[in-house]
């Protein structure tokens, strides 16, 4: 089944605990991208990558770092979570960087620092 | 700045239509998506227009003038699986995607 998968779905972390969300497609899609989605706002992209060792600071890359070594994986990094960055991520992935391509979404994972 | 305009909430019953619109103020346009979101689920596409005129899938039908910046998601013979929201979405001139808060519709019996 053609997918995008997201672990974990929830977790509750402390202040300054580094963690890592990783982000997985089995579609051989180029490019892939990394959202927040709070209540009231609309989805925010934190980062992007459109290939294998290429990625993108989007709206709000602060806080957050990526990495792209293999393509079908962009997993999301933050070094020093702190309350602010309590949000629910979704991960999203598309054929090609081309914009117009629709974008397919991972489960999202709900993310609480306390 | 930029921005992208949609009602909070909206609510309808089972079986009529209802228009979700979607205004935009963007640096340039480059396509415009919906989206629809199940509460706590991923969004998934509905639909993308770059051209001005509607285009029909289904019970679906999208869109978009450019001239006045706005955009509308009709859903026809609703049904309670439609209670969800509904994003919209607009590719600016740098080809990046600015998001709507999005509009949850509520369907009633």
Same mark, same amino acid.
Do not use: H
């Given at each position: 089944e053609a997918q995008v998968t997201q672990n974990p779905r929830y977790l509750i972390t402390?202040? *300054?605990?580094?963690?890592?969300?990783?982000?997985?497609?089995n579609m051989n899609h180029e490019y892939m991208s990394w959202y927040r989605q709070? !209540?009231?706002? *609309?989805?925010r992209q934190i980062y992007y990558?459109?290939?294998?060792?290429?990625?993108?600071? *989007?709206?709000?890359?602060?806080? #957050?770092k990526v990495s792209r070594k293999e393509k079908r994986n962009f997993p999301l990094i933050l070094e020093s979570p702190s309350p602010n960055q309590t949000s629910l991520y979704f991960c999203a992935s598309s054929l090609s960087g081309?914009? #117009?391509?629709?974008?397919?979404?991972? !489960? *999202?994972?709900?993310?609480t620092v306390l | 700045g930029q921005n992208i305009d949609q009602?909070?909430?909206?609510?309808?019953?089972?079986?009529?239509?209802?228009?979700?619109?979607?205004? @935009?103020?963007?640096?340039?346009?480059?396509?415009?998506?919906?989206?629809?979101?199940h509460a706590?689920?991923?969004?998934?596409?509905?639909? @993308?227009?770059?051209?001005?005129?509607?285009?029909?899938?289904g019970r679906f039908s999208s869109f978009l003038?450019?001239?006045?910046?706005?955009?509308y998601l009709l859903l026809k013979e609703l049904q309670m699986k439609d209670s969800a929201s509904y994003l919209c979405a607009v590719l600016d001139s740098n080809y990046q995607l600015i998001w709507g808060a999005g509009t949850k519709l509520i369907i009633k019996p």
């Open positions: 402390v202040t *300054g605990k580094k963690l890592t969300v990783t982000c997985s497609q709070d !209540p009231g706002l *609309g989805l990558s459109m290939n294998v060792e290429v990625t993108d600071k *989007g709206d709000v890359p602060e806080g #957050y081309e914009p #117009y391509n629709e974008q397919f979404f991972g !489960p *999202g994972t709900r993310l | 009602p909070t909430e909206m609510t309808a019953t089972e079986g009529a239509i209802v228009q979700i619109n979607c205004t @935009y103020q963007t640096s340039g346009f480059n396509g415009l998506f919906w989206y629809q979101q706590g689920e991923a969004p998934t596409f509905l639909s @993308y227009n770059v051209l001005d005129g509607l285009e029909e899938k003038s450019r001239s006045k910046g706005y955009s």
